[in-house]
């Protein structure tokens, strides 16, 4: 069965670290993958997306992911925290041929002064 | 501005009861979409529509209906037979195509409690 794994329910960094989210899949088939992002009681925002071309995507705030198919992994990073990206961030893979997206369970990310 | 407007933002149900939750939008969107959120689980898919008068079933339809009679309209009836609704229930929407392929915008939901 088609999955999203991420690593880390709840990840903390510094002021100014790398924030580094994991995210693994299971499919034979490049899916499509997304990024959200959830603020308290708040619906999800998109953060960036991979379909196809360019493994490296640049997504809003800062933010980027790299698509890498050897490793079945599209990771989140930004070079330097800051306290207003503290939220949860939510890894969605569509299957092709699948008609849904399967979310991983989430990551809350606390940002600490 | 565009975007979807979920209400209310809180709702209670008593035991037995049927509740309906709604969701509009306007983005022109022709897909739309209901979401279960409960913690540490990620989002659920409950039912979606990619044409007026047209759905199909989610993950955890049971439960749960819908209709789509409009266009920017898509309201979500949880119905007794829902034996644990409290969740955070989230509406989203997208452009035609391949539905599933586009960024999702997302309402910023209700928070269904039973009393």
């Keep these: ?31 499509y993958l ?10 999800l925002q998109l953060l960036l997306k991979y379909t ?21 992994s599209f990771h989140l990073t930004k070079p330097s925290a800051h306290m207003s990206d ?16 399967v979310f991983g369970q989430g990551t809350r990310l606390t940002i600490n002064p | 501005d565009g975007g979807i407007t979920q209400s209310p933002k809180y709702l209670f149900r008593k035991e037995g009861q049927n509740v309906t939750l709604s969701c509009e939008q306007n983005l022109n969107h022709d897909a739309m979409y209901w979401y279960r959120q409960d913690p540490g689980q990620g989002l659920r898919l409950i039912y979606y529509s990619q044409i007026v008068n047209d759905f199909q ?16 309209s898509f309201p979500l009836t949880v119905t007794s037979a829902q ?6 229930y989230l509406c989203a929407s997208s452009i035609q195509g391949d539905s599933f392929n586009q960024p ?6 209700t928070r269904l409690s039973i009393l």
């Design chain 1, 1 to 31: 069965a088609q999955s999203v794994t991420q690593l880390g329910s709840h990840v903390s960094v510094s002021e100014g670290a790398l924030v580094l989210l994991r995210c693994n899949y299971s499919s034979s088939v490049p899916p």
């Design chain 1, 34 to 43: 997304f990024w959200y992002v959830q603020y308290p009681n708040q619906g």
């Design chain 1, 52 to 72: 196809t071309g360019a493994t490296l995507v640049k997504g809003i705030n800062g933010f980027e992911a790299e698509f890498k198919k050897s490793e079945t």
């Design chain 1, 86 to 101: 503290a939220a949860e961030y939510f890894c969605a893979v569509r299957i092709q041929g699948a008609q849904k997206l």
């Design chain 2, 57 to 72: 079933k989610g993950d955890i339809a049971e439960g749960y209906s819908v209709s789509r009679e409009k266009k920017e």
């Design chain 2, 83 to 88: 034996k644990n609704p409290t969740a955070f």
């Design chain 2, 104 to 109: 999702q915008h997302f309402g910023d939901g």
